[in-house]
Structure formats: structure tokens, C-alpha cells
């Protein structure tokens, strides 16, 4: 029966046809081309700047509405995150029973297989959901802006991270990038947390670790930067060298700021809330 189970889990999320012999084509996959998430990105920014400056635009929403659709997206990306971070995990699994010989693949793709190589497979395939999982998130910038509380939630952070995290993505995918999977089964997981205090907060119930969420989206940041470092180790000491490696130098750069905007997030919303409390 255990072995069923596995088998079942198995085949719906690696051994499926549809994943196994997944390709992302250049020019022909949908959403495989720079001008995908170029465009989805700059109407993001139009749709989230006219909203700014004309709010009159956007319709008026009941908070019981607008709680339920909240708590739905939220849900559905929970879900979907969680399914993921299984997925992609399962997929590794499988993918380092096959390579018993060779275990270096998990920190550096070779690049000179990826140069000519087909992008295959299921861990490419899980790492294209996540990348299409990136757009279904600008939906959490249009439920802030249609919630009173957008003044105080519409932050600098909140766009700059969504509108350049699919860019990320779709680079992270494309060009084979090195330690991707640990990209999307770390994050996914981040998410799964992260829609499970949003889903909370959304049905009433409101969470009470919140500084737990955002000290483990902290966490993620910085340890980015070990996998940043392991791949430049093998980069450099390696015979040919790790693909994707100079999209690794923006995704660290990108890294960065982010950890410096959500310390200074940090602090701004739990430093002061301490505060308050001794005086
Ligand atoms: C705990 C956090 C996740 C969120 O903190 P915030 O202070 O922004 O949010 P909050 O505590 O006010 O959240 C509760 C409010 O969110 C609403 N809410 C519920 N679901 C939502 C959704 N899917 N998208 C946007 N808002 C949503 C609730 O209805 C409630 O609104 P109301 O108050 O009206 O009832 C934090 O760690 C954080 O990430 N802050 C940065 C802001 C941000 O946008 N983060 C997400 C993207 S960054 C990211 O995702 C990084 C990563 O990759 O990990």
C-alpha cells in the first residue's frame, strides 16, 4: 500500500509524460522568450502606477468580497507552492539515484552538457510552474490596491520584488542556471509559510507569527549567498566551469537588496512594535 502511495505521488509529479519529457524551447514554449516576462513586467508597473494615481479606475470591492477572493489566491498559492517544493524535491531525489556517479550537478551544471543540451525534464519543468507561479502573484499587488489598507502595504518592497522576480525566473530557467532546483524548493517553501499567514490573516484568523515569516524570508536571503559562494567554487576549480553563472552574479546583486529592504522591514515593523511595548 506504502509503495502504492509512493508510486501514485511519483508519476503525478515526476514520472508523468507531461513532466518527464518536458522541454522549455526557446522562441516556442509559451512564455520561453525575453519579451515574456519584458512585457508582463512593464504592464505590472503601468497597471500598478495608473492604480496609484487614479484609484477612481479601479472598481469598488466589498471587504466580504474582497476578504474571500484574498483568502482563495492565498489558498491556491499555498497549494501550489507546496506542490513545488514536493515536486522539485521528488525530482532532485530521482535525478540523484540516476547520477550515482556524479553528485556535483546539485551545486554546478556543467556547462559545457548545458551549452548544447536540451532544457529537459522534470526539475525543468517544475522550475517553469514556478516561474508562471510568479505572474499569478502580481494578483497579491491588485488585492493590496483594492484593500484599504494600501497605503500602508503597498510598499516600495512589495513592487520592486514582484516586478522583478519573474525577469529572475525566467533567466533562472532559460539558461540552466546553476543550484536553480535549490532556488525554487527553497523559496516555494518560504511561500508555502508565507500564503499560509496570508490565507490566516484573510479567513479572520490573525496569525501570530508573522516575525517568524519574515525572519525565514531573511533566512532564505542569506542563505542564497552560501549557495552563491559554493557555485563559485566550482565555477572556478572545475574543469568547464558552472552554467548560468553570470545570471548568478545579478540574482546575488538582486539577493542583496532585498535582504537590506526586508532588515530594514524588520526593523520598521518590529523594533518599533517592541518599543511600544516597554514604554
Ligand atoms: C509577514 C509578511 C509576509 C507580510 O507583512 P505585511 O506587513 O506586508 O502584511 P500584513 O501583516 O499586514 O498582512 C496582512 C494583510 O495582508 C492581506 N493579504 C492576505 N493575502 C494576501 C495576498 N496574497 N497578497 C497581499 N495581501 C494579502 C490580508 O488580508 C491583510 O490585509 P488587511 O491588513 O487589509 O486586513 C512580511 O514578512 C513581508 O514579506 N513583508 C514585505 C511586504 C510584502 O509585500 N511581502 C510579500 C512579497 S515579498 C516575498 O515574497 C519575498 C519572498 O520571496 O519570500
Redesign the pocket.
Known amino acids: 500500500m506504502k509503495d502504492l502511495d509512493t508510486n501514485i505521488v511519483h508519476y503525478w509529479l515526476v514520472g508523468n509524460p507531461i513532466i518527464s519529457q518536458f522541454e522549455f524551447k526557446h522562441g516556442q514554449t509559451f512564455g520561453a522568450t525575453l519579451l515574456f516576462p519584458i512585457l508582463s513586467i512593464l504592464i505590472y508597473l503601468s497597471f500598478t502606477l495608473l492604480s496609484l494615481r487614479f484609484p477612481s479606475l479601479l472598481p469598488i470591492v466589498s471587504t466580504a468580497t474582497l476578504?474571500c477572493v484574498?483568502?482563495t489566491?492565498?489558498l491556491v498559492?499555498c497549494i501550489l507552492s507546496l506542490i513545488m517544493v514536493v515536486g522539485c524535491g521528488i525530482s532532485v531525489i530521482y535525478e540523484m539515484a540516476a547520477n550515482v556517479h556524479d553528485w556535483n550537478w546539485i551545486i554546478c551544471y556543467n556547462m559545457l552538457n548545458y551549452k548544447n543540451a536540451l532544457l529537459r525534464g522534470p526539475i525543468v519543468f517544475w522550475s517553469y510552474v514556478f516561474y508562471f507561479s510568479k505572474i499569478l502573484?502580481f494578483?497579491?499587488t491588485l488585492?493590496?490596491l483594492l484593500?484599504?489598507?494600501r497605503s500602508?502595504?503597498l510598499?516600495f518592497?512589495?513592487v520592486y520584488?514582484?516586478a522583478l522576480?519573474p525577469l529572475f525566473c525566467y533567466f533562472g530557467v532559460a539558461t540552466g542556471q546553476s543550484m536553480w532546483h535549490v532556488g525554487v524548493i527553497t523559496?516555494a517553501s518560504?511561500?508555502v509559510l508565507?500564503?499560509a499567514?496570508?490565507?490566516l490573516?484573510?479567513i479572520g484568523k490573525k496569525p501570530r507569527w508573522?516575525k517568524l515569516?519574515?525572519n525565514v524570508?531573511i533566512g532564505?536571503f542569506m542563505f542564497c549567498f552560501v549557495c552563491f559562494g559554493a557555485v563559485m567554487y566550482y565555477h572556478f576549480t572545475s574543469e568547464f566551469g558552472c552554467s548560468g553563472i553570470d545570471v548568478w552574479f545579478y540574482t546575488f546583486c538582486f539577493n542583496v537588496s532585498?535582504l537590506a529592504l526586508?532588515l530594514n522591514?524588520h526593523f520598521k515593523?518590529y523594533a518599533k512594535n517592541n518599543s511600544k511595548k516597554t514604554s
Do not use: G
Request: without cysteine.
Open positions: 476578504r484574498t483568502a489566491h492565498s498559492l502573484e494578483l497579491d488585492l493590496i484593500s484599504r489598507s500602508r502595504r510598499s518592497l512589495h520584488h514582484h522576480v523559496n518560504v511561500h508565507m500564503y499567514y496570508y490565507f490573516f484573510a508573522k515569516v519574515t524570508q532564505q532585498l526586508f522591514f515593523t
